[in-house]
């Protein structure tokens, strides 16, 4: 039977029909007689119910309702009773299995429905009916949304296909009416299946008829292929045919549409989300073809300004600059997003006095520098160049568009830690501005950080007493000197390997051959972890460690050297025979033979910041408060021992830090935290000829990555770090000097 034969001459169901709506899918209709009020609300009466059933009414052109209700059928025929909300069945039907059925016929169907039903049940099919059966694949049910599609609209308008993104996904071009609002869905609805596509689109200004021209990308195989823009206020569809695309390729169209900036976006938010080369060929788009520069420049009667730092990152963006504002016309800077909202910057920055470039190249005047962080819900993706502008009270806005930005995490984080000068870098500025920023960077750099390569120096096939590991970054001068005061050391070359992590792969060559060469010379057992590229002194430890092999961890700087043999072995025995001691440091002395470390103590600045300060630095060697042994806050981590078992059990370094800071201290305290104590051993002695490999990243030195790294070990410690300091020092009114304090002491291990 077909669909219009069972609707009589007042266009009411006689009866209820069952149809076939997809490969295992039904759809019962019934018209509710005029005897049942429209708000009547009707159910199914059945054995056992189907999972998923869903329904919905719909109106009729005559004033009536309409009831579907769609579900998977039983494979044996089964009795469906209608019941009202009262009670009472309103009619029976036999429900088939689905294969015996009569396709739904959508023709006859709209023949009836209200033009507004027609729109609604169009909707359901895509959203509710799709989504519940998970179907976008079944052909039966796809010629059904089709031939929906076409009773809604039988000439559905051209789309055109702008460029083609990646294999797949086009860029396609459109003209939809002002009237439809805000897009809530967008679908595309092929020969074989129906995709639901990101709603993100590039809505222009309304042409002179009336139509708004719109920009998007579809995710689907080839044309030819529907696309079903849904809204609130309606539906558009339009077919996109056969055909070339208007560009060749998206280079060709990127180069050809420089001031396309709103697509520009949107291309390279989608490219970002493609695996493998998608960010890459995003950003080589930018590179080559990039935005005009757009600055406001100094004046002494209007605003004026610069956005020089605009660093889109994965949970917002962070950008800095400098305004001058003689007069009451300035009213802001906003951050122009993708879609054109504009974001004001001052929601969540901070400003701090600074000077901008005169007229000439000698000439600086004062200006106000600032520094501000947007959350975004979503990343923009590898964008080089976000668009801002100046806001002026009269509601007009200039553009200021930044230089292409950094997209390498090493080279963001650089900027950021240049963006606010180190006299400015305080809590302000860090909270809620430089500290989100810099997290996101860390946490995608360290995504990148991996081991390249090993290489092994006559390791033994039995596991050793102790692992020593050494980062190396781009400092080899002390190795000669390290190895031979370690070979040299019977004990030592007994029971210890030394594992160095190069964490500069560009000198590789130059470290394997000092390295064969020093092994060729003492046949100490070492092994060569090279990273891919310079991630930090953390992470490399940390790669070092996993690598390490021995149940005691030492943790050892590269221009630490022995004074003399023993040292490892004192250090060691103080391990072993406490299973309450978590880590211990020895005593380390400059080159003249002054102490540089006896334990390490924590000490308020100015700010209220707890910065990390040794006991007794600076005394002579032989000082005698720092020639016992005893229990200290922390020690430091250029020569830290450990065991194996507790670095792990705590994660070992912890690697947000900038660079190379606090995190011995964070380590001693994470120990601390798990309730074993950190010692301080007098009887163990080494050179430390401190810093050297910190002062080759000259962006730690100038930048704010000291006080960044203190801001942030105080905001992770402060309730630790003062009770440890106040049970340590309140008890026998005792206080840090500035050479040495008077501590309570503990017996030698």
Wanted: proline letters at 7%; glycine letters at 6%.
């Amino acid at each position: 039977m077909t669909f219009d034969e069972s609707i009589d001459a007042t266009g009411v169901f006689k009866n209820a029909k069952i149809f076939r709506l997809g490969a295992e899918l039904a759809v019962l209709i019934w018209d509710l007689p005029p005897s049942l009020p429209a708000t009547t609300k009707c159910l199914l009466s059945m054995d056992q119910s189907p999972i998923p059933l869903v329904s919905m009414m719909l109106p009729l052109s005559n004033g009536r309702q309409r009831m579907f209700w769609a579900m998977r059928p039983e494979k044996q025929p089964v009795s469906v009773g209608i019941c009202t909300e009262h009670g009472s069945t309103a009619e029976t039907i036999v429900m088939h299995p689905a294969r015996t059925l009569v396709p739904l016929d959508v023709e006859a169907l709209f023949a009836d429905l209200a033009p507004d039903a027609r729109i609604k049940f169009v909707n359901n099919l895509l959203t509710v009916w799709r989504s519940a059966f998970r179907i976008a694949s079944d052909h039966l049910f796809n010629m059904v949304v089709e031939d929906a599609l076409h009773a809604l609209v039988p000439e559905p308008q051209v789309a055109s296909i702008v460029c083609q993104i990646a294999q797949g996904r086009h860029l396609i071009e459109t003209a939809i009416s002002p009237d439809l609002g805000d897009i809530t869905a967008i679908y595309a609805i092929g020969a074989a299946s129906i995709t639901r596509m990101a709603v993100r689109l590039v809505r222009g200004r309304n042409a002179k008829s009336g139509m708004q021209s719109c920009h998007f990308i579809a995710e689907v195989p080839s044309p030819p292929f529907l696309i079903v823009l849904l809204s609130k206020n309606g539906v558009a569809i339009r077919q996109i045919a056969d055909g070339k695309p208007r560009h060749p390729s998206l280079q060709s169209w990127w180069g050809k549409n420089p001031e396309a900036v709103e697509l520009r976006e949107l291309v390279i938010r989608r490219l970002a989300t493609l695996p493998e080369s998608g960010a890459a060929t995003a950003i080589d788009l930018q590179v080559r073809t990039p935005l005009a520069t757009s600055r406001i420049a100094k004046s002494s009667m209007h605003p004026s300004g610069e956005v020089d730092l605009a660093l889109a990152l994965d949970d917002g963006l962070l950008a800095g600059g400098w305004f001058h504002a003689p007069s009451s016309a300035f009213a802001g800077i906003d951050y122009v997003m993708e879609d054109g909202t504009a974001v004001p910057l001052d929601a969540n920055s901070y400003e701090f006095p600074a000077w901008a470039q005169g007229k000439d190249e000698k000439s600086k005047t004062d200006v106000t520098g600032f520094v501000a962080w947007i959350p975004l819900s979503e990343s923009p993706g590898p964008l080089l160049q976000p668009r801002f502008q100046m806001r002026l009270a009269s509601g007009a806005v200039r553009p200021l568009i930044p230089m292409p930005q950094p997209f390498e995490p090493a080279t963001q984080r650089n900027h950021v830690l240049r963006a606010v000068p180190p006299q400015h870098a305080v809590d302000g500025a860090f909270r809620t501005i430089l500290a989100p920023a810099l997290q996101d960077i860390e946490r995608r750099l360290g995504k990148t950080i991996e081991v390249d390569s090993t290489k092994d120096y006559s390791l033994p096939k039995s596991a050793p007493l102790v692992s020593i590991v050494v980062p190396l970054y781009r400092v080899l001068d002390f190795l000669r000197f390290q190895l031979s005061g370690m070979a040299t050391d019977p004990w030592l070359a007994a029971n210890a390997e030394v594992i160095y992590v190069l964490d500069s792969p560009e000198i590789r060559d130059q470290t394997e051959h000092l390295l064969g060469g020093l092994h060729l010379l003492h046949g100490l057992p070492m092994k060569l972890v090279v990273m891919n590229h310079n991630g930090g002194y953390a992470r490399a430890c940390n790669a070092g460690a996993r690598f390490a092999r021995g149940a005691i961890l030492v943790m050892l700087n590269s221009d630490v050297v022995p004074c003399a043999p023993g040292w490892l072995q004192v250090l060691s025995r103080a391990l072993l025979k406490s299973n309450e001691l978590g880590a211990v440091g020895p005593k380390l002395i400059y080159e003249d033979g002054s102490l540089q470390h006896a334990g390490l103590y924590f000490g308020r600045d100015q700010r209220g910041i707890w910065l990390n300060h040794h006991f007794h630095k600076g005394m002579p060697g032989d000082y005698v408060p720092a020639q016992q042994a005893r229990d200290v806050p922390g020690v430091t981590g250029a020569c830290l021992v450990t065991r194996r078992d507790t670095y792990e059990r705590v994660g070992g370094y912890t690697e947000d830090y900038v660079i190379g800071d606090y995190e011995d201290s964070d380590l001693c305290l994470k120990i601390r935290r798990v309730g074993l104590k950190i010692a301080y051993e007098p009887a163990a002695c080494l050179y430390h000829f401190e810093r050297r490999s910190i002062r080759r990243s000259q962006d730690y030195m100038r930048g704010v990555a000291s006080q960044y790294n203190s801001w942030l070990h105080t905001q992770r410690w402060e309730e630790d770090i003062a009770e440890l300091m106040a049970n340590l020092f309140d008890r026998d009114h005792d206080r840090p000097a500035a050479a040495g304090v008077r501590i309570r002491k503990r017996n030698a291990a």
